[in-house]
């Protein structure tokens, strides 16, 4: 089994900053890709930025220039930094990893964005 621990969600005025983390842990050989997804409510949910095992990203054009994604390989744990915060980025956001083909997903932290 794979797990993944998530943290660093909560309210922040618009214009701020978050950053979140997701530690994945258990079966994990052969990961190659840790992303982050989110779910807005009464929206589907959307791919918001993805980290491969070589580095390569890719970001929803949502949030491009404004999030980062990382990784710290030797801990495993993928981060989202969250800057220039929007009332629209207002979601839970769940961390979705990739091992070999299977795709395990976190439960979610909420992110709130309101003055």
């Known amino acids: 089994q794979v797990q993944l621990v998530e943290s660093g969600g909560g309210l922040v005025q618009p214009g701020g900053s978050l950053r979140l983390s997701c530690a994945a842990s258990g079966r994990i050989f052969g990961l190659n890709a840790m992303a982050w997804y989110r779910q807005a409510t009464g929206k589907g949910r959307e791919l918001v930025a993805i980290?491969?095992?070589?580095?390569?990203?890719n970001y929803a054009d949502s949030v491009k220039g404004r999030f980062t994604i990382s990784k710290d390989n030797a801990e495993n744990t993928a981060y989202l930094h969250m800057n220039s915060l929007r009332p629209e980025d207002t979601a839970v956001y769940y961390c979705?990893?990739?091992?070999?083909?299977?795709?395990?997903w976190g439960k979610g932290t909420l992110v709130t964005v309101s003055s």
């Open positions: 979705n990893v990739r091992v070999i083909t299977i795709s395990y």
């Open positions: 980290i491969t095992n070589s580095g390569s990203t």
